[in-house]
């Protein structure tokens, strides 16, 4: 009876350690669903005012979303080997998602099903990638961007002028989709004459030679766009060299600030500005969504705005032009 | 037994009214009700002074950035003051003095971008430093130069904006501005005095406070612009929207507002000299998560409380139980004819305390069982030889040898005497079958009995019967006196060479009968009445059949063993018998016992 007696009480014993042990780990439990997203954001380039802006968005978002976001970039724009190299990176570190603004639209595809077959979901932001294995895209419409641009300039030049093209990197799919719109609403006009299409390889050194190649073949030149922001700050650069701002109207592509000084000069008729931070933020909150397995939207256009002296200093557009306090 | 059995065979037949039933149940009751009552007060108390505190520090978070704002606002409201009385104190606004003075607060600190004096119609006429302007600035058209000349006299705080006067980098600036009179070459004029404070510090310090994960602080002006949002170009994408106007609404305290289809906790300051309102916003689920956490860990302790307790008490009550049960099935051995068993059972102490107490009253019962029989059986031989006595043949051959014998000697009154008495004794010795009959009765039969023997020793003895008259209505067993008087003729009269005498009397004294047979015959030793109240005293055949001891045991055997004879005897001397009896009224004793 005694022994009986005893055995009773060792197994209440028991009972209240077993409970406390799984009270404890009903904490763990809790604390691993609410835990951090790996994601990692691999972009075009590790410097610029755009790609310090999508990463001012995504870190918003990784806050938000309690992600602990990994950005990456080579330092060359028209690096796509290192962004291989980055991306075979990021499958072998198992990271939960990965976000890619793909430099080269056909070189990053293989790689881009690879991270797929991983079981790791691709967003691809900015620029596109050539694989279907990608959950979304999100960025501008880059093809409307282009032919907004177009028709700006147009309004500027009049339909019968000659008109260049400076465009960034050949392959990277929002360089691509750009000059096809401008060139598709350009197309309409049959007064006006594309000079040429250039790539600069997102050099601003290159992009003032390319252009001021180009005002030299064609004296006659009434219109430029330029399709990125190293590209529109070469193009600058090359007018300035000029001295004949306001005679060549110039379209740009993105906001860097001393383009706006150009804005704000004249020498710069308007710029199509896209949307960086929104395009990290959705970035990153699209990637976790991915990374939890739910459905995202196909496309998520984060649209594009064109800035000219009048709309600069409104309040809604001094935050897109400026996005950083200094 | 395993204890998987134990465990479960208390659930294999729920009897509602079973102590273990009842035990578990009341237990379990009694503990979800307080572990729910205590887990219910407790989750409240600590719920609402967690949320108490998050609003607390909520309040405090949001005080502090507001005291920070404040404090740094005023300072440049200062500043601007100094400003403003550098210039209104200058005869030349062109003067060198003027501009030295101007520079020497703008190094003051570094925050300050610039200091401008514009004309009503937006001509520059001093700026420190001294930088040109940029073209297309449309200065005219901005809100701090329009407000400042809609107020005259009175500072103004524009919303954060990019500064695009000057040619230095743009930059974000929050400009005070306010139309004021300067004097050029000593002649009064009115313009439009600006100082451009970086919105930098204000920018930090507001990133700097933290709300929780998600929570976060801003700034909005008093018409609703933003002056500082974290997310501000989420808000302008159309990504993120904010809910201003009922901000607007409020110039302190805290609400609840869910028009984000969050719960968002929105509390709001104003920083005085701005009319900005500092607005902090924090979401309910992080700033509950105390009372979320409490929650769970309520739910997760009452769970395993109820578990336990149900394990326990089932446990406790099964062990407290379980003797009873043990107890139960003696119990129904003993109800069932088995005096024989024998509880072993140990366990609570009232338990063992139970068996024992039931052990010993089993013990008793045996006992006084055994003594019944025991009882039943002398009863049964007293009536035996009673019926006997009733017929006795020997006192019958006897008496009619004596009636023979008078009958020879032609004494017929004798012989009459004789046969009466005798037909009257046996009347009263049948009695229908009665045990018990009036002691009227018995002391006629005993009389009847003398009578017979007086002529049969021929008068050898003389007898008395005496009795009073309220004991004659009294009951007694029939046949008690008889053997006694036999007793005394056998054994004290008929050795006597001189008269014998035989008293008998019937008396009440302290509520009981006394009978007494007395004689004066040759009395007896002690060894000899002891003799005679055993069985070897019992002289078979010889007398009437009856023996003193079966007096005696009758008595005992119907009246208890208080009443009975009390023998009193010396040799020479003679034989005191007396026999105490209760007194039992004939009305009383209808029947037959």
Redesign the interface.
């Known amino acids: ?1 005694n022994r009986s ?1 005893l ?2 009480r060792f ?2 014993l028991a ?2 350690f077993l ?1 406390a042990a ?2 404890s780990l ?1 904490a763990d439990l ?1 604390q691993k669903s609410s835990a951090v997203t790996h994601v990692d954001m691999i972009v075009k380039m590790d410097h610029g005012d755009y790609w310090k802006t999508v990463k001012m ?1 995504a870190e ?1 978002a990784a ?2 979303y ?1 992600v602990q976001l990994n950005f990456k970039a080579p330092t060359n724009e028209n690096d796509y080997a290192a962004q291989i190299q980055m991306m075979k990176q990021s499958i072998a570190d198992h990271t939960e998602a990965i976000i890619l603004s793909a430099s080269d639209y056909m070189a990053l595809a293989q790689v881009t099903d690879q991270a797929s077959y991983a079981g790791i979901p691709v967003i691809s932001m900015d620029a596109e990638v050539a694989s279907t294995k990608v959950k979304t895209y999100i960025g501008a419409n880059n093809y409307e961007a282009g032919q907004k641009a177009a028709q700006r300039l147009i309004q500027l030049t009049g339909p019968d002028s000659e008109i260049g093209i400076i465009n960034f990197v050949q392959g990277a799919r929002n360089a691509d989709q750009r000059a096809e719109g401008f060139m598709d609403y350009v197309a309409r006009f049959s007064g006006i004459h594309l000079v040429g299409n250039v790539y600069c390889g997102s050099d601003e050194l290159k992009a003032k030679r390319l252009t001021q190649q180009m005002i030299l073949e064609y004296p006659h030149l009434e219109g430029i766009v330029a399709l990125n922001a190293e590209a529109s700050i070469g193009v600058g650069k090359a007018i300035d060299a000029t001295g004949q701002g306001g005679h060549i109207q110039l379209i740009t592509f993105d906001n860097p ?1 001393e383009m ?2 150009k804005l ?3 020498i710069v008729q308007a710029m199509v500005v896209q ?1 960086p ?2 395009n990290g ?2 970035a990153v909150k699209s990637a976790v969504e991915a990374a939890e397995g739910k459905d995202i939207a196909e496309r998520l256009d ?2 594009t705005k064109l800035i000219d ?1 009048d709309n600069m ?1 409104w ?2 557009n ?6 950083f ?2 | 037994m395993s204890l998987r059995n134990r465990l479960v065979e208390p659930f294999e037949k729920i009897h509602y009214k079973k102590i273990q039933v009842i035990i578990t149940f009341s237990f379990l009751t009694l503990t979800i009700g307080m572990v729910v009552l205590v887990s219910i007060m407790l989750y409240n108390k600590f719920s609402k002074s967690a949320e108490d505190n998050a609003y607390l520090n909520i309040g405090q978070i949001i005080d502090q950035v507001n005291t920070n704002l404040e404090f740094y606002v005023s300072g440049m409201k200062d500043i601007f003051e100094v400003v403003q009385d550098n210039i209104a104190n200058s005869h030349d606004i062109s003067g060198v003095q003027l501009h030295e003075q101007l520079s020497t607060i703008l190094n003051t600190r570094k925050d300050l971008v610039s200091i401008a004096l514009f004309t009503e119609d937006g001509q520059l006429v001093h700026n420190t430093p001294q930088i040109s302007m940029r073209p297309n600035s449309m200065l005219t058209k901005q809100g701090w130069f329009e407000n400042a000349k809609q107020h005259p006299g009175v500072l103004q705080f524009s919303a954060p904006h990019i500064e695009n006067l000057f040619k230095q980098p743009y930059r974000w600036v929050v400009s005070m501005s306010k139309k004021i009179e300067y004097y050029e070459q000593g002649r009064e004029q009115a313009g439009i005095l600006m100082v451009d404070i970086n919105f930098k510090t204000i920018d930090e310090l507001s990133k700097r406070v933290s709300l929780g994960k998600k929570g976060y602080v801003y700034i909005i002006d008093g018409l609703g612009n933003i002056v500082y949002h974290p997310q501000q170009q989420l808000i302008y994408a159309g990504l993120k929207y904010e809910n201003l106007e009922s901000v607007l609404n409020y110039a302190y305290g805290t609400y609840v507002d869910e028009s984000t289809g969050e719960e968002r906790i929105i509390t709001i300051k104003t920083v005085e000299p701005t009319g900005w309102r500092v607005v902090g916003v924090t979401y309910a689920d992080e700033t509950m998560t105390t009372r979320k956490d409490l929650g769970s860990f309520m739910i997760w302790f009452l769970l395993i409380v109820l578990i336990i307790v149900l394990i326990v008490s089932v446990f406790v009550s099964y062990k407290i139980s379980k003797p009873l049960r043990v107890l139960e099935r003696s119990v129904k051995k003993v109800e069932d004819g088995d005096f024989g068993a024998i509880i072993d059972v140990s366990g609570a102490y009232e338990v063992e305390q139970l068996s024992k107490r039931f052990n010993l009253m089993i013990r008793r019962i045996r006992e006084l069982m055994d003594q019944i029989v025991k009882e039943q059986e002398g009863k049964r031989k007293g009536e035996l030889e009673v019926l006997h006595a009733q017929i006795n043949p020997h006192f019958l051959y006897n008496t009619l040898n004596s009636v023979t014998r008078l009958a020879e000697m032609g004494r017929k009154e004798e012989v009459v005497t004789t046969i009466t008495s005798l037909s009257k004794f046996f009347r009263i010795s049948l009695s229908k079958g009665k045990h018990v009959i009036t002691l009227e009765d018995e002391l006629e039969h005993v009389r009847n009995y003398l009578i017979i023997q007086k002529i049969r020793f021929k008068n050898k003895f003389r007898y008395e019967i005496d009795a009073q008259v309220e004991a004659l209505s009294c009951m007694t067993l029939k046949l008690i006196l008889q053997p006694l008087v036999e007793n005394a003729i056998h054994h004290g009269i008929e050795m006597m060479v001189d008269e014998g005498f035989i008293g008998i009397y019937a008396w009440i004294e302290q509520d009981e009968l006394f009978l007494r047979v007395t004689d004066n015959g040759l009395g007896m030793t002690e060894e000899r009445v002891a003799k005679v109240l055993s069985n070897e005293g019992h002289l078979s055949g010889r007398g009437s059949g009856v023996g003193v001891r079966n007096v005696q045991e009758r008595i005992g055997l119907y009246y208890g063993n208080a009443y009975g004879l009390t023998f009193e005897s010396e040799l020479e001397e003679g034989t005191t018998v007396t026999i105490r009896l209760p007194i039992i009224r004939a009305v009383d004793q209808g029947g037959d016992l």
């Not at chain 1, 001094?318 to 996005?323: G, R």
Request: net charge positive.
């Open positions: 009876m007696k055995v009773g197994v209440v009972l209240l409970s799984s009270c009903h809790g968005g918003v806050k938000e309690n600030p706006l000084e704000q000069e004249k949307n931070y929104s933020y959705l984060t649209g002296l200093l309040p809604e001094q935050k897109l032009l400026f996005p306090v200094k």
